[in-house]
């Protein structure tokens, strides 16, 4: 797969709510986004056997069907045999008929790539060689998408439901369809590894169905904000939903189970289906921290029954442009690769069972104030020298004590420009000293110290 970078868009709601401080670190209330209505063809309900039903309208006959909407007009038989039909030129109106998708003309449809980041791979189907996306793209039906450990794409279907997949993902778009018969449309997405999250477009119930599919198990969803899953390792789907319902149906197992809202499925290899309530959103110990350091560190407050913790940080408030995410087993969820400015940090908790739970939105502000010191002996003089890293202009203060941090500073030089001062004449005996920036820029100050580091003197006193 090929590295590339684009930009990406902001779609649905967000996942969780929106905390909003009143430090630097965050931002001004971030409106809720609403889905987008588009006035695009009902779905197509297609049953566990893959026949679709349709009801006879008058003057049609069953002959008359296949000549206009069969790929083969002889398959009206089938049909005719399936549903019992004696004479296929006389159905009663009303009549409702099942007839199996196969033997149905179809146009297919595309998915558009919205947005994409990092490594991000899209096969037209396997074993063709993977490409590298563009923002517009089409995909159609058969493709195979990648995303490597910095990888997320999003995609739009054709009506209107928007898709992301985030790192370390395969996703199969294995049908995306408009069935010519009804008009309705047909989609059938696989997700073989890693993650996928949906914002499906409400569906008016008992209009259609929109398939997400594991090697464990299949979901059926209808105007659905969830979250499906596989680990080839436990070899179990999960389905976390976040709004709406999802029937979840075990692979070779009988009747689905119904999740609605803030509850989660497991799919054991079995096909077993267990529900349990999702774990709630937990808190960042501390909301308005602004991330200074190097590695941009988001500590999260102990939540019962977490064994991970998961952070996603995005552009906008609806997570369609993730930049980052990591998940920790401990409270300190690091980000090594965050850049400046001001985004969106999502965190949510994973249960014993692997569920995701709920989360909430955090606007956080990002501003490398990074420092390092050190301290070296020349002759009967003390050389302290420090660097870091940060965008602006940076003055820095020099403080040192004898004994502990808690006396007072001997020595307390604070506006230096320059990366180093010197000490000579200093007694024998054990000090304590440090260095801190005062980082300056876009018309805002962040300030930064280093801990205080003991230092012996000997031999250099008079």
Same mark, same amino acid.
């Given at each position: 797969?090929?590295?590339?970078? $684009?930009?990406?868009?902001? /779609?649905?709601?967000? /996942? ?55 790929? +083969? ?15 296929? /030129? ?32 899209? +096969? ?35 009506? $209107? ?10 996703? +199969? ?78 692979? $070779?197992? $009988? ?175 054990? /000090? ?31």
């Amino acid at each position: 797969m090929t590295k590339a970078d $684009g930009s990406f868009w902001t /779609y649905g709601p967000s /996942y969780g709510r929106l905390l909003v401080g009143l430090s630097l670190a965050v931002a001004a209330p971030v409106a809720r986004a609403q889905p987008v209505a588009v006035p695009l063809a009902r779905q197509v309900e297609v049953a566990a056997d893959g026949t679709i039903d349709y009801q006879v309208r008058k003057g049609e006959h069953l002959y008359g069907l296949a000549r206009l909407y069969f790929t +083969r007009q002889g398959d009206f038989a089938l049909v005719q045999r399936l549903n019992r039909i004696a004479d296929p /030129y006389r159905i009663p109106t009303g009549t409702r008929l099942r007839i199996p998708v196969r033997l149905l003309r179809a146009e297919p449809l595309d998915a558009k790539v919205q947005a994409f980041r990092g490594q991000v791979g899209i +096969r037209a189907g396997a074993g063709s060689a993977a490409g590298t996306p563009t923002v517009g793209m089409a995909v159609r039906p058969g493709a195979i998408i990648e995303t490597g450990p910095d990888g997320f794409v999003g995609l739009t279907l054709s009506n $209107g439901s928007q898709l992301s997949i985030p790192t370390r993902s395969r996703v +199969r778009l294995l049908a995306m369809r408009r069935i010519l018969l009804t008009g309705g449309v047909d989609f059938d997405i696989a997700v073989d590894e890693g993650k996928f999250e949906t914002q499906a477009t409400p569906l008016v119930p008992g209009s259609g169905q929109f398939r997400l599919r594991t090697p464990r198990a299949v979901s059926a969803i209808r105007g659905t904000v969830l979250r499906v899953g596989y680990g080839a390792d436990a070899g179990q789907s999960l389905t976390e939903v976040l709004d709406g319902s999802v029937a979840v149906q075990g692979a $070779g197992s $009988g009747k689905p189970a119904l999740v609605p809202k803030g509850q989660g499925a497991v799919v054991a290899a079995s096909g077993a289906v267990r529900t349990e309530a999702l774990l709630p959103a937990p808190d960042l110990a501390d909301p308005a921290q602004v991330l200074i350091d190097p590695v941009a560190a988001f500590t999260v407050r102990p939540l019962p029954g977490a064994r991970a913790y998961h952070v996603q940080v995005a552009a906008d408030a609806g997570f369609g442009d993730v930049v980052a995410e990591a998940t920790a087993e401990g409270t300190v969820v690091a980000l090594p690769a965050l850049g400046n400015g001001r985004w969106f940090a999502r965190v949510s908790a994973i249960a014993a069972s692997g569920l995701e739970g709920e989360s909430q939105v955090y606007s956080i502000r990002r501003v490398l104030t990074g420092l390092n010191a050190a301290a070296e002996q020349e002759a009967d003089r003390l050389k302290f020298k420090w660097a870091g890293a940060g965008e602006g202009r940076r003055v820095y203060h020099f403080q040192m004590a004898r004994g502990d941090a808690k006396a007072r500073p001997m020595v307390d030089e604070p506006g230096l420009t320059a990366q180093e001062l010197t000490l000579s004449g200093m007694a024998d005996g054990v /000090y304590v000293w440090r260095v801190g920036v005062r980082q300056y820029a876009d018309g805002e100050m962040v300030e930064n110290w280093l801990p205080f580091q003991k230092l012996t003197v000997a031999g250099t006193g008079r």
